[in-house]
């Protein structure tokens, strides 16, 4: 796997495990568990971002 395809495919489990954690957090009312979701899910969306640039630059 490329190192573009790697980024992507981090990129959208870690969104995914972060859109995760939100949603408990907002369902059992753990703000802290929320806070860690959205940041995890920002992270991802960035990686996700990272694999993109890169696969530009592949081609």
Known sequence: M????EDKTKG??????????????QAVGNRDLEAR???EKAEG??????????KVFEE
């Open 45 to 54: 969306k960035v990686q996700k971002k990272v694999g993109d640039v890169k």
């Open 37 to 39: 979701g959205t940041a």
């Open 12 to 25: 959208t489990v870690k969104k995914a495990i972060g859109t995760v954690k939100e949603k408990t957090g």
């Open 2 to 5: 490329n190192s573009s395809s």
